[in-house]
């Protein structure tokens, strides 16, 4: 090959030399442990009260973990659903979410240092169908800098269709400190 008359050709082959014959160097940043607590709750549909069974079995893992001073915060959960609802019944919530928090473990009441509600009434109100509303989420990771003691928390938020309530909420188990 001329490599005064194709000089760009010369320079490219010169890389592809290059690079195959070199090892990448870089690697991934290890991914932190993350210490979590799960815990499930069987919730009454508020705004059913007939006959059929109307109850939600709903489990959520809440995970945290540390990387130098962040903390590192995710929830993940699992849903049993009644079957008597018709297939394409949209309006069992009015809403629904998942609040995940970072908190900083203190004396008396822990602060919350950051939060993030997730939606989940168009996940929940899914139906096979069979009418089977049994589901998976988990969340994106959030994360803040926090001191020695922090850990991750979830809120169940749920406003039952024609219930009159409005958001009633569910707490669960919070992760060990990190």
């Given at each position: 090959m001329n490599t005064t008359r194709?000089?760009?050709l010369a320079a490219a082959a010169a890389l592809a030399v290059l690079s195959a014959t070199t090892p990448a160097t870089a690697t991934p940043a290890a991914a932190p442990g993350y210490r979590c607590s799960t815990s499930t709750q069987t919730i009454d549909d508020a705004g059913?009260?007939?006959?059929?069974?109307?109850?939600?079995?709903?489990?959520?893992?809440?995970?945290?973990a540390r990387s130098g001073s962040t903390v590192y915060a995710y929830a993940e959960l699992t849903w049993d659903g009644p079957h008597f609802y018709s297939t394409t019944d949209a309006t069992i919530f009015d809403g629904a979410k998942v609040r995940l928090q970072v908190m900083a473990s203190r004396e008396g009441t822990d602060p919350v240092v950051e939060e993030r509600d997730f939606q989940l009434k168009d996940r929940l109100e899914k139906a096979t169908s069979s009418g089977d509303r049994d589901g998976h989420y988990r969340t994106p990771t959030i994360s803040h800098r926090a001191g020695s003691g922090a850990y991750a928390d979830a809120v169940l938020y749920l406003d039952w269709h024609k219930d009159g309530h409005g958001y009633q909420n569910h707490d669960y188990k919070g992760s060990p400190t990190v």
């Open positions: 194709y000089p760009l059913y009260s007939g006959p059929a069974p109307d109850n939600w079995d709903i489990t959520i893992q809440t995970c945290a």
